[in-house]
């Protein structure tokens, strides 16, 4: 029996696109495992704590601190246990104003302020995440806006070559123009751009079920 550990990052429920993204590739994970157990949690729901890494770095450097440092190290321990204990990871993250959300940053600062995950051998080195992007606009070569999303490579530069783990991608672009003003002739575009990525998503979640349970050849 494996783990995923399910991330979400969007501060929406309905309408979410990252989220619909993750639910497809979660639903062929669990499709070819159904013995295999999600782990959830919710940074657009509960976000973490703002505090929590500034006083664990101030703590690392000598400074004084309160009563939060206990709650921090708690909070930083946890996370960290969670995604070393999963055999692998879904993480849905929408683009928020060309990056990330502070709270998906928040997370990240508190995985990477682990030794045993930042300097090697990572314990998730070489383990499967999938990233289920959504981007309001347009972002792809070609486009007027080429190089303005600065979270995908953000996330490809911590979780593949920091965290070494092997990273598969689904995006849909395009995901506001039903609702923006001046986008309308962008909508069939974003649709079938939505529509390819739940298929990206859902080969993603089969064959890292397959992997994980030895039947990558099925």
């Given at each position: ?33 159904p013995d ?38 708690a ?5 960290a246990t ?28 508190l ?15 070489g ?31 911590v979780?593949?070559d ?20 001046g ?12 529509s ?20 990558a050849a099925?």
């Open positions: 029996m494996t783990t995923l550990l399910r991330v979400d990052a969007s501060i929406r429920l309905d309408g979410s696109v990252s989220r619909a993204l993750a639910d497809s590739a979660e639903a062929a994970w669990k499709a070819e495992h295999g157990v999600v782990v959830r949690r919710d940074l657009g729901l509960h976000p973490l704590p703002a505090n929590a890494w500034p006083t664990l770095v101030a703590a690392k450097l000598g400074a004084e601190t309160d009563s939060s440092l206990a709650e921090a190290a909070l930083a321990e946890e996370l969670e995604i070393k204990n999963a055999d692998a990871v879904l993480l849905a993250v929408p683009l928020y104003n060309y990056g990330i959300a502070q709270h998906v940053k928040t997370w990240i600062d995985l990477l302020i682990d030794p045993e995950l930042v300097y090697g051998p990572s314990p998730v080195a383990r499967p995440v999938i990233l289920t992007l959504a981007r309001g606009g347009g972002y792809s070569p070609g486009t007027p806006k080429h190089g303005w999303d600065h979270a995908t490579p953000y996330l490809e530069r979780f593949g920091v965290l070494g783990m092997n990273i598969r991608t689904a995006v849909a672009e395009l995901t506001l123009a039903p609702v923006t003003p986008m309308e002739e962008l909508i069939d575009a974003s649709k079938v751009s939505e390819e990525a739940h298929v990206t998503a859902e080969q993603h979640g089969a064959v890292v079920a397959r992997e994980l349970t030895g039947n099925a």
